[in-house]
């Protein structure tokens, strides 16, 4: 049998098996064919193949099995960019986590909020050497949400404008008639245009507030990853607000009380055991116990709802701090979407006994902690 064209064998590799009838007849090259397989191993798992009735099938080329041996074959077998395609959709699209115990990987990937979540699910499997770059994406990606977060949440705790002036450029605070004047210099009548090279703001009046406890009670199953991350940060922008007493507990099957390590959120997120079961009765409980002054306290618990314990329970404990004036929210999702997947029969339950149900992004969250505390 001839051997195909190598154009032709790159159609090939890019249709799969559905594009057969480009070849002719033709045979793969065994470098080709183990590519195919390499591709299959990888690509198979898209489940819109399914739908679209296209399927690949293996190729002419040894089977592959483990994501070790994937990614040996992947260095020798495809191009430099190729390659870092192929481990970027393995391990953000496809979720293949067990890829990130190989240190090149780790350093190639772009550090972004999907491969912190991936690296938080897959750091017990790391050696030290893979685990200390592994905190350095860690640390990259939290400062990044943390500068992002920051003035969003401290924006939310200040309350009218003051004449006095602000180094924070936000919209809401620009203050129009001082900054024509400071530039009326590079004022040009023919054109008919102001050039501003100054832009002023004013500063907001700091709100009155009495001391209030903030508890954030955080699922730490593998789904509410991303909530994890942004609880965290939202805790640390917190953290050194007046007149504001954080905690931040995680909880599974146990309760793990991290408020300690809130004002490191890098050292805080190294230490979350993602997976396992859930007890959410076992944690609100706790977080019942933290509680100083109920009127005066937020209970945020962040959570999908599949409650592994007593689901009676939950709703008991839950009712009991409403009754008592805490303000309590439940929240299937806290992050940049606000995207919620729950349990809604536990959900309707909590609500119906006056939780406040939703989903989050840290900034509402935080608008929510300033207009009950203000």
Same mark, same amino acid.
């Given at each position: ?11 090939r590799?890019?249709?799969? !098996? ?6 002719? %007849?033709a ?6 064919? /183990?590519?195919?397989?390499a ?8 489940g ?5 009735d296209? @399927? ?15 990614l ?12 870092? @395609? ?39 499997l ?7 770059i592994?905190r350095r994406?860690?640390? #990259? ?22 004449r006095?002036?602000?180094r924070?450029p /936000? ?7 001082? !900054?024509v =004047?400071a ?18 703001? @004013?500063?907001?009046?700091? =709100?009155?507030?009495? !001391? ?18 942004h ?6 922008? +917190? ?8 905690? +931040? ?23 979350? #055991?993602?997976?396992? %079961?859930?007890?959410?009765? /076992?944690?609100?409980?706790? %977080? ?6 109920p ?10 709802f599949?409650?592994? %314990?007593?689901?009676?329970? +939950? ?29 809604r029969?536990?959900?309707? /339950? ?25």
């Amino acid at each position: 049998m001839t051997e195909l064209d190598p154009a032709l064998e790159r159609w090939r590799l890019i249709l799969g !098996t559905p594009g057969s009838t480009v070849t002719g %007849g033709a045979a793969m090259s065994d470098a080709g064919g /183990r590519r195919d397989a390499a591709l299959d191993w990888l690509y198979e798992r898209d489940g819109d193949l399914d739908r679209r009735d296209i @399927r690949r099938t293996g190729g002419d080329g040894p089977s592959i099995v483990h994501a070790v041996d994937w990614l040996d074959d992947i260095h020798r077998l495809f191009p430099k960019s190729t390659i870092e @395609r192929l481990e970027r959709d393995a391990v953000q699209r496809f979720g293949l986590h067990e890829v990130l115990t190989d240190p090149g990987v780790l350093e190639r990937l772009e550090p972004n909020a999907e491969l912190l979540g991936a690296v938080l699910r897959t750091k017990h499997l790391m050696n030290p050497e893979v685990l200390r770059i592994a905190r350095r994406i860690v640390e #990259q990606v939290v400062r990044d949400l943390m500068e992002r977060m920051a003035t969003e949440v401290r924006v939310c705790f200040t309350g009218t404008r003051s004449r006095r002036p602000s180094r924070i450029p /936000r919209a809401a605070d620009f203050d129009f008639p001082k !900054t024509v =004047r400071a530039n009326l210099a590079h004022y040009r009548p023919e054109e008919n245009k102001l050039y501003v090279e100054t832009a002023h703001f @004013r500063a907001r009046t700091r =709100r009155n507030m009495d !001391t209030w406890q903030v508890i954030l009670l955080v699922d730490q199953s593998g789904s509410m990853v991303n909530s994890v991350i942004h609880s965290a940060v939202t805790a640390a922008c +917190l953290w050194n607000l007046p007149g504001i007493k954080t905690h +931040l507990i995680a909880f599974d099957t146990d309760v793990v009380d991290l408020t300690r390590d809130v004002e490191d959120p890098v050292e805080l997120l190294m230490r979350v #055991q993602l997976g396992g %079961g859930t007890n959410i009765g /076992r944690a609100l409980a706790y %977080g019942a116990q933290l509680i100083e002054q109920p009127r005066r306290t937020i209970v945020a618990l962040i959570s999908d709802f599949y409650e592994g %314990g007593d689901a009676t329970f +939950l709703v008991r404990t839950a009712a009991n701090m409403v009754a008592e004036g805490v303000h309590v929210l439940g929240l299937a999702a806290l992050n940049e979407d606000a995207d919620p997947d729950y349990d809604r029969h536990t959900g309707q /339950r909590l609500a119906d006994v006056g939780v406040h149900m939703g989903a989050m992004t840290p900034g509402e969250l935080a608008n929510f902690i300033a207009e009950k505390i203000g």
